[in-house]
């Protein structure tokens, strides 16, 4: 996530640019969206005034601790990765201007919602959480348009199909050559996370779906850009990879764990922990060869696609199946 775009307006000497502007929109549309999910409270003779205002300040306490958490977060990541930048200019550790990893956003968004609806009570805060999922998840596809067809939007593969040398497919880096226009995929696939995680929530389910499809889609679309941010001791593969990847194995495990003890280890365990393990294998099979066939971008991320999709119903599917007595 770039903020760093063409100037906007000027505060005395201060340049805001529409990077700015356009993520200060995004939060306070992910936010209504929030508030419209989660709610104030129940409506009606059951709901108690205590009640209403505790969820009230939790919504309000979370308007001030997501952004606050998501930046410091995701600059803490972005350092991590990027430590020389900052070893060479110092103040921009404590600029809001510049890049944050999307990792550290998302966890910061995550606590901001965990530590807001804590005294709301258990009820409240498991609709508050799924709730933010779905928020943060309209806040990443909105602010996406600040790198959307400029220097920003950093595609890997070369297009040299002229049928496909087009917006919004692609787009023209350095009046050279065209490159996929990834924040664009990136703003619909979100956008679409999104619509599904509110549709979630209001069916009262869990948060967890959401981030499963939004670690799935994130393992695909990092490595489709050329700036990605890697650990200090790896080049391979990106830092958000291995972040989705550790999510998606955690949550396998967990959600294998509570399904054996509440039904028994039963025939369909196997085949869809299978079935994930055979995605993951593909997946890091094609990340490995995308990088060394740069001609068959869309053949490698065509069956990358496939495959964190077939991790992400692997999970839920045994999330959320009951097997038949």
């Known amino acids: 996530m770039n903020l760093e775009t063409v100037t906007a307006v000027y505060a005395g000497n201060t340049r805001i640019g529409y990077g700015a502007i356009i993520a200060v929109l995004s939060y306070i549309s992910s936010w209504c969206l929030i508030c419209s999910l989660a709610g104030a409270g129940k409506k009606g003779e059951d709901a108690g005034k205590t009640e209403i205002l505790k969820n009230a300040l939790a919504l309000l306490m979370y308007l001030v601790f997501a952004p606050v958490l998501a930046l410091t977060f995701g600059r803490a990541v972005y350092w991590y990765s990027h430590h020389e930048i900052f070893a060479r200019s110092p103040e921009l550790l404590y600029s809001v201007e510049g890049s944050f990893h999307e990792a550290g956003v998302v966890l910061g968004a995550f606590l901001a919602a965990l530590m807001s609806s804590f005294f709301a009570g258990k009820k409240f805060m498991k609709k508050m959480m799924s709730a933010s999922a779905a928020g943060t998840m309209l806040f990443l596809s909105l602010v996406s348009l600040t790198s959307m067809f400029n ?3 950093r595609g890997k593969a070369v297009i040299e199909d002229a049928a496909y040398q087009r917006l919004p497919v692609s787009y023209l880096t350095g009046g050279v050559e065209y490159r996929p226009a990834v924040f664009f995929w990136k703003f619909m696939v979100l ?4 619509l599904i995680s509110s549709i979630l929530c209001i069916a009262g389910k869990s948060a967890l779906y959401t981030y499963i499809c939004y670690f799935a889609a994130m393992a695909v679309l990092d490595s489709a850009r050329y700036d990605a941010s890697f650990l200090r001791s790896n080049g391979f593969v990106s830092l958000m990879q291995i972040v989705s ?3 998606l194995i955690a949550s396998l495990t967990v959600c294998t764990v509570r399904s054996v003890k509440r039904h028994g280890f039963r025939a369909f365990h196997l085949i869809f922990i299978l079935a994930f393990l055979a995605g993951l294998g593909l997946t890091g099979y094609m990340e490995y060869y995308v990088q ?8 490698c991320y065509a069956l990358m696609s496939v495959a964190c999709f077939v991790m992400a119903a692997s999970v839920i599917r045994i999330a959320v199946i009951i097997p038949r007595k």
């Open 151 to 153: 220097d920003a939007d």
């Open 191 to 194: 956008g679409i996370i999104a």
């Open 245 to 247: 990847g550790v999510f």
């Open 292 to 299: 060394r066939h740069g001609d068959l971008y869309p053949y």
